[in-house]
């Protein structure tokens, strides 16, 4: 007779049995681990390449993969001190509060004798200017011209340790899809809008012709750079971009006078596209004058050798276009070279600054 209960199996049975089962639940539990793991290397994986809210927008994989532009920041201390705050002391609270009503505008220092531009603005007869520079010093005006044809402002300052900014970018720089850097109370990215020509029949060829604009409603009252720290311009109430280019060839003139010297001469007229010359038996385009305005300063007529119905086709062998007219005029030295094209001659003429 067995000495087991009948009703159960044998102990080997039972072990055999059980040891299975432990097998059983290990095996089950690698394979859930094995699953998990595999499940957190795939979330790891996909974040690391992909954004979160992927499904959602695409916009946040183009900003995982190119981050915000940030400008340099040496650029940034460099020009922190070459901008001045302007602003009238009538409208100064309690003759120490500099308020957001009392401030005229904001000029950029470009020579180390204190003079500074910036864009034109309208002036009280009543205002009293005062420059604060970013240390919250207080600068006393010297000096203020007005440039009403280029819309420009140069104030001088009284003072000393002026960090002048000469460094301005060309006329090429202005562009329709140039990404700038505008200066209010901090540093945003804008992009130039598309370019106007003034069709004009009465303009000056000294004057950029073209108009260009930032297409942002946030672009108003700033200063404008190129990503290399150069001075491109202002803007003022509007997005219209007033250049600064030309500043750096009145400079040297307005500082051996402390006044705004003008070319003794003005052309005025319009670009034509296209004039037949028909004994060369080609085609030109170039600036067609309409009037020659003389500056003497003694009301003294004198014999300039451009005429009215003159159409001006180089300026230093240089073919002048709307872009580059005002900057090969500026830019030339006090005696240069003009080609003009008059009625079926060519001819090359020497004018004087």
Not at 41 to 56: C, E, H, T
Not at 71 to 91: N, P, Y
Not at 267 to 281: A, I, L, P
Request: with cysteine.
């Amino acid at each position: 007779m067995s000495a087991f209960a009948p009703h159960l199996p044998p102990p080997s049975c039972l072990v055999e049995t059980h040891t299975r089962w432990i097998r059983t639940k290990l095996f089950i539990i690698t394979v859930i681990v094995a699953l998990l793991t595999g499940m957190v290397g795939a979330l790891l994986i996909v974040d690391a390449w992909y954004p979160v809210g992927l499904s959602n927008s695409t916009i946040l994989i183009s900003n995982r993969i190119t981050p915000t532009p940030t400008l340099d920041t040496t650029i940034v201390r460099d020009w922190r001190s070459r901008v001045i705050e302007l602003f009238d002391e009538t409208k100064i609270q309690q003759e120490k509060y500099y308020t957001d009503a009392a401030r005229v505008t904001r000029v950029v220092v470009v020579n180390n004798g204190g003079w500074s531009i910036g864009p034109l603005v309208n002036l009280s007869s009543k205002a009293h200017l005062i420059g604060v520079d970013y240390q919250g010093h207080r600068l006393p005006v010297e000096k203020i011209i007005t440039d009403e044809a280029r819309n420009l402002l140069f104030v001088k300052f009284s003072g000393a340790d002026f960090r002048g900014n000469n460094v301005f970018a060309s006329r090429s720089v202005l562009q329709s899809g140039r990404e700038l850097w505008g200066l209010s109370n901090d540093w945003q990215r804008f992009t130039v809008g598309q370019k106007i020509n003034n069709p004009s029949a009465e303009l000056s060829a000294s004057l950029d012709t073209a108009i260009f604009s930032i297409n942002d409603s946030g672009a108003t009252n700033r200063i404008l750079i190129t990503d290399q720290g150069e001075l491109v311009g202002f803007t003022a109430n509007s997005q219209a971009i007033i250049p600064a280019w030309m500043v750096e060839y009145i400079l040297p003139r307005l500082l051996s006078s402390d006044a705004m010297l003008s070319l003794p001469f003005e052309w005025r007229g319009s670009f034509v596209e296209s004039v037949k010359m028909e004994t060369e038996n080609k085609v030109a385009s170039g600036f067609l004058v309409n009037e020659v305005v003389h500056r003497t300063g003694l009301g003294a007529k004198i014999e300039h050798p451009i005429k009215k119905g003159d159409v001006i086709l180089k300026i230093q062998n240089q073919t002048v276009t709307r872009d580059n007219l005002a900057e090969l005029i500026l830019s030339a030295p006090n005696e240069f070279g003009v080609t003009v094209m008059r009625g079926e001659k060519l001819l090359d003429l020497n004018i004087k600054k």
